[in-house]
């Protein structure tokens, strides 16, 4: 299975002892992180590459429609068999984990414990593993952090001493993965030496990392409604701009048709007040796509700068720009040029100097390192495909001791993946939402500290599956002089 010689030896000469050594070496927590990063749903057909003895196929088995235990060893799988024998939606594969036996994109989840440090090219079976995902499809791995216990590499038949969890993440960066997170299962490792008795026990770490297959023209069809969107002036989130329900974006509630024109509705309720609205120009109030009012959180201060992500017509930005006054800056970013065309020329029709608005990514934002006070965004975020990419640009862009202050879509639960791996369907505010606890994972990963969330105004439900919006406060840890001052 994409391994060395010694590692394939090792297996099948430990295949009947090897469930013995396995609950000596890690427990079912370990298991137990892998099944909860990877937010199954019991329609999902998933594979467990390297299963051994089953034991992660064991934990996979009650919650999807069906398990592919995965080894190079006929023994191994003769014992994982005998193992799962009381579940029969597991089904066993001889195959060598450098030409897995599957279609590109035929499945929906790829596990694979304690498999990586036996492969001598850990980033081509990465790369096979991602090769038969679905778009959307989810990678999880859970493996050793790097140790210094050399003798595995003779007993163990390791062709790795665990790995750098920094390596992991540009892994899986390299293999086109997005939303990736590399954490602590709080769970170790452990063995003992059989050769050297003078060798201490290992006590090794285990981590997770878990990454999504990216959806191929997710950025298209949300840049293109957008478009649309600027285009008419008359429509709220939707992936048909004309539709009825999307035509009044100035009432105080929108309702937006999730899947085509089907039954199931989120309600759009921004929280801005009528005096709010009245102090902003008429043609970025009249086109507000927001699902909350994260300037109602961010505390803006006079003299500060101030980026908004994803800005759209300008409101958010304009009202902070009343707030940080002449003696401040606010930037808004948006990636559609119509709407940062109309933005402009209502900033120059109203009068406000101390805005300016760039064309530009939030993956890959136009704007120098550590220069930003603030950060807003508006139910933007969700739109993007690599939200991890997103929050770690937003720590790059923001000054030691900045904030982070937004709204944005999140669900309850896992959505299905024939939802969020449809291109179509990105650009309606909902299918790219994730997970409440994935959604802050991700901000923590990108190296955010004080990460709260409060549940706001908009919300509804998809597949069963709750959808609501959250108001997210975070900061960027300060530095010296500045931490100091911030904690007086």
């Not at 975020?381 to 862009?397: P, S, T, Y």
């Not at 993946?417 to 369907?425: E, S, V």
Request: aromatic share 6%; with cysteine; proline share 5%.
């Amino acid at each position: 299975m994409n391994r060395t010689q010694a590692s394939s030896h090792h297996f099948v000469q430990m295949a009947e002892e090897s469930e013995t050594l396995r609950v000596g070496y890690f427990p079912e927590a370990v298991r137990e992180a892998a099944i909860a990063a990877a937010y199954l749903r019991p329609e999902l057909v998933v594979a467990d590459i390297g299963t051994g003895t089953g034991f992660i196929a064991a934990g996979l088995a009650p919650l999807v429609r069906q398990v592919i235990a995965v080894d190079g060893s006929a023994a191994m799988l003769a014992v994982a068999q005998r193992n799962l024998a009381a579940f029969e939606n597991v089904t066993y594969r001889v195959a060598d984990g450098a030409a897995l036996p599957f279609a590109d994109g035929s499945l929906d989840a790829v596990f694979a414990n304690m498999y990586l440090h036996h492969c001598p090219e850990p980033l081509a079976a990465l790369t096979e593993m991602v090769r038969v995902l679905r778009p959307g499809g989810r990678l999880v791995l859970t493996d050793l952090d790097q140790h210094t216990h050399t003798w595995m590499r003779e007993e163990m038949a390791d062709a790795w001493l665990g790995f750098d969890r920094g390596q992991v993440k540009i892994w899986l960066r390299q293999v086109g993965l997005v939303n990736r997170i590399v954490d602590c299962t709080s769970q170790p490792c452990c063995a003992d030496a059989a050769t050297d008795a003078s060798a201490d026990q290992a006590q090794i770490s285990v981590f997770v990392a878990t990454g999504s297959r990216r959806v191929s023209g997710a950025r298209e069809a949300v840049q293109a409604n957008y478009g649309a969107v600027a285009a008419s002036g008359a429509s709220c989130c939707g992936s048909d701009p004309t539709a009825s329900a999307q035509s009044d974006c100035c009432a105080p509630t929108n309702a937006m048709p999730l899947i085509d024109s089907g039954p199931e509705l989120v309600l759009y309720e921004t929280g801005y007040t009528p005096d709010q609205l009245d102090a902003i120009p008429v043609a970025a109030a009249g086109l507000s796509l927001g699902c909350g009012n994260p300037t109602a959180i961010a505390s803006l201060k006079p003299g500060e700068v101030v980026l908004d992500i994803g800005s759209g017509a300008g409101i958010d930005a304009f009202f902070a720009a009343r707030r940080v006054g002449a003696q401040g800056r606010v930037i808004g970013l948006d990636m559609t040029p119509a709407m940062i065309e109309r933005a402009r020329q209502s900033a120059a029709a109203a009068g406000f100097a101390n805005v300016e608005f760039r064309l530009g990514q939030a993956e890959a934002m136009p704007v120098e390192s550590a220069t930003v006070d603030v950060i807003l965004s508006n139910c933007v975020i969700n739109l993007a495909e690599d939200k991890g990419q997103v929050f770690e640009e937003a720590h790059r862009v923001l000054k030691p001791g900045g904030r982070l202050s937004i709204s944005d879509m999140v669900t309850a639960g896992p959505l299905p993946i024939d939802a969020r791996g449809d291109a179509r369907l990105w650009s309606g505010c909902v299918n790219g939402a994730l997970p409440e606890q994935e959604y802050l994972a991700l901000v923590q990963q990108a190296g955010f500290t004080d990460v709260t969330a409060k549940r706001s105004l908009s919300g509804g439900e998809l597949a069963g599956v709750q959808v609501y919006s959250i108001s997210v406060s975070a900061r960027k840890l300060a530095s010296g002089s500045a931490r100091a001052a911030l904690d007086q």
